[in-house]
């Protein structure tokens, strides 16, 4: 059964700092990997698809990379702003059981002005 | 460019009453499912579906019922809701189930005293 764990739970940091947000998965058999924000009482907004054929994905200040091998993801974030604080969701797609994402617990990422 | 909608965004339902949350996409996407996100749970699937006419359920359907008669609509329904069944519904779709991105609504939140 597929297991997705972000670590930590919660991490708070000052403007302007380059941080990276991790995510690990138990079964390397995926389709793909896809980020997500989602903020307070908000839905979940789509940040980066990786495929598993990819190493990685960039959108603006956000790089996403895969090691599928290894059952890791980061979402590397650069020159953060308070409007970065959000909670950082990963999923994956797995091969089995593919009609579902399955979610890690999420990241609550707080920027300090 | 409204992409996913849903309808109510919050709802309080006693014990035992029935109701229908609403989800309606303009992406012509063929697939779309429900999630019900929960504190300590994450994020899991109800129900989905790969196109008008064709359901099936997700790891936690008792309790919901769908149907799937257009392209663009996918209502849930709770036939006699229960307090266990409180908790944020998220609609989302696709275009590609196994390698699309996943886009969702901004979410229903449903209390049943």
């Known amino acids: 059964k597929q297991e997705v764990t972000q670590i930590p739970a919660a991490l708070s940091v000052p403007e302007g700092e380059n941080l990276v947000l991790n995510c690990s998965f138990t079964?390397?058999?995926?389709?793909?990997l896809q980020w997500f924000r989602q903020d307070p009482g908000k839905g979940l907004t789509s940040l980066l698809l990786i495929q598993s054929s990819q190493r990685e994905q960039t959108s603006g200040r956000l790089n996403a990379s895969l090691d599928k091998s290894s059952g890791r993801s980061t979402l590397y974030i650069a020159a953060s702003q308070p409007g970065d604080s959000a909670t950082y969701l990963c999923?994956?797609?797995?091969?089995?059981?593919?009609?579902?994402?399955?979610f890690g617990q999420g990241t609550r990422l707080t920027i300090n002005p | 460019n409204a992409g996913v909608t849903q309808t109510p965004k919050f709802q309080v339902l006693k014990t035992g009453q029935s109701m229908t949350l609403q989800c309606a996409q303009d992406?012509?996407?063929?697939?779309m499912s429900w999630y019900r996100q929960d504190p300590g749970m994450g994020l899991r699937l109800i129900h989905y579906s790969v196109g008008a006419g064709i359901t099936d359920q997700g790891e936690v359907p008792n309790g919901y019922n769908v149907s799937r008669s257009t392209t663009e609509d996918f209502p849930l329904r709770l036939l006699s809701a229960a307090p266990s069944q409180t908790s944020v519904y998220f609609c989302?779709?696709?275009?590609?189930?196994?390698?699309?991105?996943?886009?969702f609504g901004e979410g229903s939140r449903l209390t049943v005293l």
């Open positions: 079964d390397s058999a995926i389709y793909n």
């Open positions: 989302a779709s696709t275009q590609d189930r196994v390698t699309g991105e996943l886009f």
């Open positions: 999923a994956v797609r797995g091969i089995q059981g593919a009609q579902k994402l399955v």
């Open positions: 992406m012509n996407h063929e697939y």
